[in-house]
């Protein structure tokens, strides 16, 4: 969980008890699992097809991966945060890697 200044206080706090949670549930260390960014690795795919909808679904690809032996990976990636006057500023952001 990077870059959380604008990140209301109570947002904070849960993301970061869920993300330690969620970790000891995968048996990982993953810093942000509320991060929406994944990139998934085609063979793994069809593993983590689960029940789930919405937003519990991100949090049971980790715990499926996990289970099936995959490694989980975080990395800072570059996203751009549209303003009024139509500029762009670069932001960075976690994503999270399933291989």
Do not use: W
């Not at 549930?25 to 990139?39: H, L, V």
């Amino acid at each position: 969980m990077n870059d959380v200044g604008e990140m209301p206080l109570v947002r904070r706090l849960v993301n970061g008890y869920m993300s330690r949670k969620i970790s000891r549930a995968c048996g990982q260390e993953i810093p942000d699992t509320q991060c929406g960014f994944r990139m998934v690795h085609r063979s793994i795919i069809p593993n983590l097809l689960g029940g789930t909808e919405r937003f519990d679904y991100e949090t049971e690809m980790l715990i499926l991966a996990s289970r099936a032996g995959c490694a989980i990976a975080s990395s800072r990636s570059a996203r751009f945060i549209p303003m009024k006057s139509a500029a762009f500023i670069p932001s960075v952001t976690p994503s999270v890697f399933l291989s």
